[in-house]
């Protein structure tokens, strides 16, 4: 581990302790609303005016499961499918209704809503995740209601909702196996006016890993508000996140996971990440039916991904050249059925890289919000304008000597830019008391460029997006509402396969598709639901085709994703509750060869995928038992059925998890809590890419208390 981070930690610590001495810690005489673009609201009727399928995760659910990590906790909602790596979620993977889960690049994830990803037309990966630990709920949007935000949004948008500062201190502590331990430290304060509100979170962590990859991140967040007139209030949030995991893209191959699933196959590799981040959010209420909201944002992000390089077969006239491939590629020879093979760090060939790359990106995104009588009934109208920039500067160093290096020989060094605007008008027309129709219209238009900056040569290109829908409500009975929608939606096609490394447009267009969705929820004496049918058809979708994820992605394929959505929860007698949900996708393949051998089915989309808890409270403690089940799966576009030599292909197996959590609240300070993962102790795959096998975490457990001065 890098001393930066330990270094960090305890400076962090003492500021948090002088911040809790010098804040003014007064009750409040009214909540403080710290404002903020949500995706579904917190009003009461928030939910029954989204013309799509929704799912809000409460502070109460995430306080009973304890999740490990935010993708952990999207288990609970319908039409999601994760794909773990590492564990812990620091690299989530997260997929929505047969879409690819990889690095989550197929939905749009906010954060208060901000975009969490690095670049939005440069790099939609996502290389950090929030910790669940600060985070109040967690909103899933999906269906033609996504259309206000934008890109990526054809799966969906997920929006984490950060804490609000609290008065007082509260200081949280976890400890597990795996050497897992988890400090957390909350301080918040208001003015002596009750007019402005600001407070410190920091979380820090470390742990020995599921499979002997250690860990140490560092998570923290300053953030405060306050009403400036009558009207106006004001919000500011800095972010810090510093993170150093020991793992790697090569999994298991076949005799590892047999012989020793738990093992590191590269405990050289380290992906080391350093985010920082501010956002300045501002409300202006300018009378009883204009609402203005404005977010301005910037966020900074290092990635380093020092990794071994793969054993490559030599010239046998010269061991320090390469044998190359027909199509001028390296030819590897590191992949056996009994384990990776790296290059000896021997000074011949290059044995060690980093993959590193920094990102920039700030816009401000303004929403003018009215309410109106136009055509004589009630209207909604959200006008909407984004402007928004990305920066990459993308690097390769690379070792020749160093098993262990962070410096070496520049050998690739890029930029790329792009800048985009967007456009955005709906208007809700509430018919009459039952039934509203909304119609949308968004409109991206971007330019991106790619420069190398060792030869100078460089490339752009742009494109611009026009993106219609149009949703609709009907409260058929007080039990139950139906909704529908129908949208155009897309994915930018990223810098790097838009624009060749020659410079070169490759003429690639956005990835499209038409989405449809209809569905019915509500709530009849103990009973909630949501049931949705969905259709996604796509004319152009991007499909990974790279081991390493990421380089190699082809373009111009049709596919379609088809399937149903339910969600329940059922009240029972003497305190026993049961949820859950379900996702059955008989549809999710291709539709032409140009990607895929026609009607194959598409890579890490289960037909089947479920989550069901029981649940039980008497006073002030709450248990649950939840069990998560996700059929077998395919891993390539030729579906291939076999494990190959190397593990990267194969079919999953399906596998069910039993969990078991428990929270206690001990009186209005003390809490604790505890959770056990993996109850049963299931041996499973999860996944095959990037580079291997990917075994699901062993069973694990945690327990923790919290106390509020």
């Known amino acids: 581990m890098a001393n930066n981070s330990n270094v960090f930690k305890p400076r962090m610590i003492a500021l948090a302790v002088s911040v809790a001495v010098l804040l003014p810690i007064q009750s409040l005489a009214a909540e403080i609303q710290l404002p903020r673009i949500d995706v579904i609201g917190e009003q009461e009727d928030a939910v029954a005016k989204q013309p799509g399928s ?68 440069l790099a939609n990966e996502s290389y950090y995740s929030p910790r669940i630990e600060r985070m109040q709920s967690i909103e899933v949007l999906k269906g033609a209601a996504s259309l206000r935000y ?86 500011a949030k800095f972010t810090y996140y510093d993170n150093e995991v020991n793992t790697s893209y090569v999994g298991l191959r076949p005799n590892e996971y047999r012989r020793n699933p738990d093992k590191n196959p590269a405990p050289n590799d380290y992906f080391i990440t350093d985010r920082k981040s501010f956002d300045v ?99 909604e109208t959200e006008i909407g304008i984004r402007l928004h920039s990305d920066e990459l500067r993308n690097q390769t160093v690379r070792s020749k000597t160093n098993p262990n290096a962070r410096s070496g020989d520049l050998t690739s060094d890029e ?36 420069t190398n900056e060792k030869t ?26 139906l909704f529908a929608g129908v949208f155009r939606g897309f994915s930018p096609a990223m810098v790097a396969t838009a624009i060749s490394g020659d410079g070169t447009d490759q003429q690639l267009d956005a990835e ?91 890579p890490y989309a289960p037909k089947f995928t479920s989550n069901l808890n029981l649940n039980y409270k008497i006073g002030d403690f709450r248990t649950t038992l939840g069990a998560y089940y996700v059929s077998e799966q395919y891993v390539d576009a030729a579906n291939t059925k076999a494990e190959s030599t190397d593990g990267t292909k194969g079919e999953i197996d399906a596998y ?3 969990n078991l959590s428990a929270f206690y609240d001990i009186n209005k300070l003390w809490s604790v809590f505890g959770t056990v993962r993996n109850l049963a102790d299931r041996k499973y795959i999860t996944s095959r890419n990037p580079d291997g096998i990917f075994p699901g975490a062993e069973r694990n457990a945690e327990i923790g208390a919290s106390y509020k001065f």
């Open 54 to 121: 929704v799912a809000i995760i409460t502070e109460e659910e995430l306080e009973l499961q304890q999740p490990l990590s935010v993708q952990d906790a999207l288990k609970s909602v319908p039409g999601v499918v994760i794909r773990e790596e590492e564990g812990y979620g620091f690299i989530p993977n997260i997929g929505i209704r047969g879409l690819n889960p990889n690095r989550s690049q197929k939905l749009l994830v906010l954060e208060d809503g901000v975009p969490v990803a690095p670049g939005l037309f």
């Open 150 to 235: 934008g890109p990526t949004t054809i799966g969906g948008v997920i929006n984490y909702k950060t804490k609000d500062p609290e008065d007082g201190v509260r200081v949280t502590a976890k400890a597990g196996t795996h050497g897992y331990q988890l400090f957390g430290f909350d301080a918040g304060g208001t003015s002596p006016s009750n007019e402005a509100v600001a407070g410190i979170s920091i979380v820090t962590a470390k742990g020995d890993g599921f499979r002997d990859n250690e860990f140490d991140m560092t998570d923290v967040v300053l953030k405060g508000g306050m009403q400036l007139t009558d009207n106006q209030w004001i919000s």
């Open 281 to 379: 959010n501002h409300e202006w209420e300018i009378n009883d039916s204009v609402r203005l909201n404005t977010l301005l944002y910037w966020a900074e992000l290092q990635r380093d991904y020092w990794r071994r390089d793969l054993l490559t077969e030599k010239d046998p006239n010269d061991p320090t050249k390469i044998k190359k491939d027909a199509k001028g590629n390296n030819i590897v020879i590191g992949r056996t059925i009994n384990g990776t093979l790296f290059e000896p760090c021997n000074n011949t060939v290059y044995c060690m890289s980093g993959r590193n790359r920094n990102f920039e990106m700030m816009g401000i995104d303004s929403r003018l919000f009215i309410t109106h009588n136009t055509f004589g009934i009630k209207n």
């Open 415 to 450: 930029t790329q830019k792009a800048d985009g605007v967007a456009l955005f008008v709906q208007n809700r027309f509430e018919l009459n008391d039952k039934i509203a129709v909304t119609p949308g219209l968004r409109v991206e238009s971007y330019d991106q460029k790619r």
């Open 456 to 481: 100078g040569v460089s490339g752009k290109t742009n494109n611009t997006e026009v993106m219609p829908g149009v949703g609709m409500t009907w409260q058929v009975a007080p039990e139950a509402q």
């Open 512 to 602: 499209r598709s038409t989405n449809y969705e209809i569905g019915v929820r509500g709530s009849l004496q103990r009973l909630s639901y949501e049931a949705t049918y969905f259709r996604m058809d796509f004319d152009n979708q991007i499909v990974n085709q790279s081991l390493s994820g990421g380089i190699d992605k082809a373009n111009g394929g049709k596919t379609l994703n088809e399937g149903l959505e339910l969600g329940l929860a059922y009240d029972l007698t003497g305190g026993w509750s049961v949820d859950g949900n379900a996702t059955w996708l008989p549809t999710a393949e291709f539709r032409n060869d140009s990607l895929g051998p026609d009607g194959n089915r598409l």
């Open 656 to 658: 069910t998890v039993f």
